[in-house]
């Protein structure tokens, strides 16, 4: 029982920080097709590294390679991947 707890509350609060990471994704999207250069790298840098923190949190507690946690190591993946080519294309870029 106290291990359904501890995954429910990991589940709750991945939830939210891969939720925060989508927005400074967006965020990072906006400012780069604004061309705001300063802002594009700070939430470029947030991305990445919220990213690579949920990552290497799901391997520090086991679930990186379990099934059932298989949507946040997706999750926090997908938004390490886009940041990453769209820092390698410049795309977007300014309008």
Not at 29 to 46: D, M, N, P, Q
Not at 54 to 60: E, I, N, S
Not at 74 to 86: E, H
């Amino acid at each position: 029982m106290a291990k359904r707890n501890r995954y429910r509350e990991l589940e709750n609060n991945m939830t939210r920080v891969l939720i925060a990471d989508a927005a400074v994704f967006a965020l990072f999207f906006l400012f780069s097709a604004l061309g705001w250069t300063a802002l594009k790298v700070i939430t470029a840098i947030v991305a990445i590294l919220v990213s690579l923190l949920c990552l290497g949190y799901l391997y520090m507690t086991n679930e990186l390679r379990r099934r059932r946690s298989l949507w946040m190591v997706t999750g926090a993946a997908a938004v390490l991947l886009c940041t990453l080519v769209s820092l390698i294309l410049s795309w977007p870029g300014p309008l």
